[in-house]
């Protein structure tokens, strides 16, 4: 028996918890630094060495054959020590690698599950362009017959993985203009034509490569079209769809690692020091509210965040429509994390005041779970449609 399969834990929680004690924590504050020169693999391998890049894949294709609970457990216990790594997990084992489950060939599942799964790959998922962000049915990247298969042009924006992926699964135009002209290509970084930029400085999660990705008449076979051709935006939508899940579980995470650092902070300051704030005249009882009133309120927040998310997982698990339910997750645990780690940030005065500090990492992360894979604004459409719809 190989010595990495002797250690490893027999139970999922067994497994996550190695995981964010061994590998996630003890680099998080390196990870929040970011380094532009240096991409994290290290996440990935480990993740694929304990059965996590392959939670949400059968266990025919060498995946643990997970559920969308279980997946929203890890990314919340994942994200509470490192929003940076959550974010990488989270590409790889939902939007770069479920769409390869749901959509993909025998042929294409054979040739990519096994090494996105093991953690020998990292995948991306390349939908939004500079021009498409919110509107990705307008997107302009296109994909020309040839006699092959196709050649790729166009540009991609704000990819996650970018520049350290080894396969983008990209939409492209095949047809006219509209949701039913794009298809979904399974694209190697290999490819002659294939250029990530520079990683972007971001306000958060720096320890998460974000970049532009070109393909310059990138050629790949008809064998890499993911689906029929025309389906490229239902495929991307559906994967949104449970990538917002995890987007949910990874702002609950944050939350509650803001939540933990403010409790932390009140414990080891006693009544009088609320966040450093000379409360003047008051008495202690009020200096008592003034801090068991914010914790209090952000432990409601933290709390109904993460039983929207797993009602959304659980419904995605049963086979049941979780569109809205997904949408509504993301908006609500999106935006209470924002409030969370801000009240967190005013606890931990002045000392939060400093960038590195736990709570004031929080914050930033926070802040760009609200934007990614569908902004505040867009959840708040798909619930009012689903809601005339239904």
Not at 112 to 141: H, I, N, V
Not at 159 to 185: C, H, K, P, Q, W
Not at 235 to 260: H, N, P
């Amino acid at each position: 028996m190989p010595v990495e399969a002797a250690r490893r834990p027999a139970t999922l929680d067994e497994r996550i918890v190695e995981y964010v004690e061994s590998v996630v924590r003890p680099q998080a504050a390196q990870m929040a630094r970011g380094d532009e020169q240096r991409f994290p693999r290290y996440v990935i391998e480990e993740a694929g060495r304990l059965g996590l890049c392959g939670l949400l894949v059968p266990k025919v294709h060498g995946g643990s054959a997970g559920t969308h609970l279980d997946f929203a457990r890890l990314i919340e216990a994942t994200a509470c020590a490192c929003a940076s790594t959550a974010v990488i997990l989270d590409v790889q084992a939902s939007v770069a690698i479920e769409p390869l489950v749901q959509f993909g060939s025998e042929d294409q599942r054979r040739r990519y599950l096994p090494r996105l799964t093991r953690g020998e790959w990292l995948g991306a998922f390349a939908l939004s362009e500079p021009g498409s962000g919110s509107d990705a049915a307008s997107l302009q990247t296109r994909a020309e017959h040839i006699d092959a298969g196709y050649r790729l042009t166009g540009t991609k924006m704000w990819i996650t993985n970018a520049g350290a992926a080894d396969l983008y699964l990209v939409m492209a135009r095949t047809g006219g203009e509209g949701a039913r002209g794009i298809s979904a290509f399974l694209v190697e970084a290999e490819r002659p034509g294939v250029r990530p930029g520079r990683p972007l400085r971001k306000l958060g999660l720096r320890g998460s490569w974000t970049a532009e990705l070109h393909l310059d008449g990138v050629e790949v076979p008809a064998g890499n079209l993911l689906g029929a051709e025309g389906a490229g935006f239902r495929i991307a939508m559906t994967a949104l769809d449970s990538g917002r899940i995890g987007i949910s579980a990874q702002a609950v995470g944050i939350a509650q690692g803001a939540l933990d650092v403010a409790v932390e902070r009140i414990r080891s300051s006693g009544d009088r020091a609320v966040g450093d704030l000379d409360l003047l005249m008051a008495t202690d009882a009020a200096l008592r509210f003034a801090a068991t009133g914010p914790l209090a309120d952000m432990e409601a927040q933290v709390a109904s965040s993460r039983q929207l998310t797993h009602h959304a997982a659980a419904l995605c698990d049963a086979g049941r429509p979780f569109t809205r339910e997904a949408a509504v997750a993301k908006l609500w645990s999106t935006e209470a994390c924002v409030a969370v780690a801000s009240t967190a940030v005013d606890l931990c005065a002045p000392d939060s005041t400093d960038e590195w500090h736990p709570a004031a990492v929080r914050l930033r992360d926070a802040r760009a779970c609200t934007i990614y894979e569908g902004t505040s604004q867009v959840q708040r459409m798909v619930i009012a449609r689903e809601l005339l719809r239904a």
